[in-house]
Each structure stands twice: as C-alpha cells, then as structure tokens.
C-alpha cells in the first residue's frame, strides 16, 4: 500500500489521542493521528515524522500522521509505520495476492472483510476455491489482524496497551476453531528487522495468557514484518513467534 503527498515534520506535542502539533516547513500545524493508541514511546517531541496530504478542503487538518522514526542509541532511527488502518489493508493485500499459501494459508476465492460470528466481528472471513463441486466443500476460516508498533531491543510486542477486546477475539477464534472454521490471529508488525514477536506480558498479562491458551486449542499465532518507507507499507515474510 502506497502514500500519496509526503512531508517530513518535527514532532511538537499530542493534546489528545486524535491530533498532535508539529512543526512543518517552520510553522506550527495541528495534524490528525492515525492511531488512537498510546504511543509515548514513539511521539517524542522532536522526533521526526511523517505526514500524508488530504485534497479534501472540507476538513479541519490538512495532514494525517502516519509514520515517525524512533531513535535508537547506537543504532539508525527505526521508522515504524503508525497508521492504525494500514495492517487490516495491507494484510488483505497480501493475502488475496497469494502471499499466505508459504504459511498454509490458501489463496481464497472469497474474502469478506469485518465479518459476524457469534459475539465478535472478525477483520477477515475468507473460503478457498472448491476442488469437487460435488464432493467437495471449500476451506473457511476467519482472521482477525493486530497492527504492532511496540519495539523493545529488537523484539516486536504487542499490545502496547491493555486491550480486553484484544481477548475477546481471541476467545471468539478458539470457539469458531472449535466449531469446524480455520482461525488465525496475524499480527502486523508495522517496521522491519525484528529478531521475534512476543505478546506482551508485563502490560497485559491476560492478552499473553489468552494468546497461549488459543495457539494451544488449533487457532494459528502468526507475526508478518513490513517493509516500510515514508510513503509505503508492505508485507514482507514471516517472523519467530514466542509465546
């Protein structure tokens, strides 16, 4: 997935979870965030990042942010894609494209984004193409996808907050598993270089447990890295899971 209009501004300050104030082409601009999560570790006043143009003169900000480079002692500044829309997009990218057949997931016939079951609605329901028409009925299952943007000395974590939706879905999955469907938790890791994922078990340790206990009932725990640049976001391959 591409960007359109990019801009590098200095990060200011984040009065609320939906704008924060940067310094672009030596003014003072209030930009809209594309993600509601917390995100101290990455909006540093005076870091540096980056904005996407809106052409649409009714709205109040003119940018959204939607990437930022975190620095790193020793290292190069680490740039992680932040837009909380982007994983459920690129992920449904890849997978219509057939990026999922190395990890045992099909190149389905059908994907349905936002999809009911039972109490949860999943991001992805999808259905594989039918070998027999008379015989046969095709695969299905349901995916439910988590953007990461927590990086911890190489280490990719999630979630950077408590999330009890978060667990929800996964106790919805084992249930769908249970039930006859293909289930898969992918998370996106939105930068790349990382060494593993983790669940993150000092912010929320029921998110971890949960985890765990969904991997050892049959639903898949899978961890997709990105390339990214300033104005792209792409999925790259797989990472080491460890639960």
Same mark, same amino acid.
């Given at each position: ?15 609320? /979870?939906? #704008? ?35 052409? %649409? ?22 740039? #992680? %894609? ?18 999922? /057949? ?27 193409? #039918? ?103 792409? #999925? ?8």
């Amino acid at each position: 997935m591409t960007y359109q209009d990019i801009h590098a501004a200095r990060f200011l300050a984040r009065p609320n /979870r939906f #704008i924060a104030q940067v310094e672009l082409d030596g003014r003072t601009e209030t930009v809209h965030v594309k993600n509601t999560g917390r995100c101290r570790e990455l909006l540093v006043p005076g870091c540096t990042v980056y904005l996407e143009g809106s052409a %649409n003169p009714a709205r109040k900000t003119k940018y959204d942010l939607v990437a930022v480079e975190k620095a790193r002692p020793g290292l190069p500044p680490l740039l #992680i %894609n932040m837009d909380a829309q982007a994983p459920n997009r690129v992920f449904g990218e890849w997978l219509a494209a057939g990026g999922g /057949r190395a990890l045992g997931l099909p190149r389905p016939a059908l994907l349905r984004p936002e999809t009911v079951w039972g109490n949860s609605r999943f991001d992805f329901y999808w259905e594989s193409e #039918i070998v027999s028409r008379e015989t046969s009925v095709p695969g299905r299952g349901f995916v439910e996808v988590k953007g990461c943007t927590l990086e911890e000395d190489g280490l990719a974590l999630f979630p950077d907050a408590p999330t009890l939706r978060g667990v929800k879905h996964l106790r919805e999955l084992t249930a769908c598993h249970k039930a006859g469907y293909e289930a898969a938790v992918c998370v996106v890791v939105q930068m790349a270089g990382m060494t593993a994922f983790s669940p993150n078990d000092r912010t929320h340790p029921q998110f971890g447990e949960a985890l765990r206990e969904a991997a050892a009932a049959g639903v898949r725990v899978l961890a997709l890295e990105c390339a990214v640049t300033p104005d792209s976001l792409a #999925i790259t391959g797989p990472v080491p899971v460890r639960l």
